[in-house]
């Protein structure tokens, strides 16, 4: 907004503008409209240090693509199918077959987020991290309550979900890929395929 024609001519205080809560953390922008509501940091607790362990470089990587869908369901319903993986292995074969060990499949709730994790099929990827100082060992994702969800996927290749209500029963959700370079390598390139064809929502 701040390079956009003209705001430097409006008078903020004439247009009925509301303050709003903003915390950046990792590199990604939270928003609240409640600006009485508790800090995220507050409401995260271990996640953090979980996401910057898995994550380190995430404020400097490269936003790489945006998968995205509309989904006819309330928000509520969307969030709650994702906070399981029952369907994972019906839904999502690709990812149980080829990325994850789902009997291992755990999902641990904390505070204000949702941790999800499993051994990966092969193992810990970090010879083939493009960053190599994330940690690798395991699948990794933490959902934020409400709306927003990180992932990594074995390799420590970051994503991160965004469900949009768009009314009682469309939910927009955006899935946008974080990578080390500029351009994805080839494998990283095939993931987001793979991901898009056979994972996406
Ligand atoms: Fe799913």
């Not at 994972?88 to 941790?115: M, N, Q, W």
């Not at 309550?145 to 009314?167: C, E, K, N, S």
Request: aromatic residues 10%; charged residues 20%.
């Amino acid at each position: 907004m701040r390079n956009a024609k003209h705001i430097l001519e409006i008078q903020l205080n004439e247009h009925g503008l509301r303050r709003v809560s903003l915390e950046v953390f990792q590199g990604l922008v939270f928003v609240n409209l409640d600006t009485d509501a508790a800090p995220l940091a507050a409401g995260l607790g271990a996640t953090a240090d979980e996401i910057r362990d898995y994550l380190p470089n995430l404020p400097s990587c490269h936003f790489a693509h945006r998968t995205e869908a509309l989904l006819k369901a309330n928000w509520k319903i969307v969030i709650e199918n994702f906070s399981e993986c029952y369907h994972c292995h019906i839904v999502h074969k690709t990812f149980t077959e080829g990325v994850i060990k789902p009997e291992a499949y755990k999902i641990i709730a904390r505070g204000d987020s949702r941790l999800h994790c499993a051994l990966p099929q092969s193992g810990d990827t970090n010879d083939t991290a493009a960053d190599q100082a994330a940690k690798t060992d395991i699948f990794t994702a933490w959902y934020l309550w409400p709306l927003t969800a990180v992932q990594v996927y074995p390799g420590g290749v970051g994503t991160t979900f965004r469900w949009i209500p768009l009314d009682p029963e469309l939910t927009k959700f955006e899935v946008d890929w974080w990578l080390a370079a500029p351009k994805p390598t080839s494998s990283e390139q095939a993931m987001n395929n793979q991901h898009e064809a056979t994972t996406f929502a």
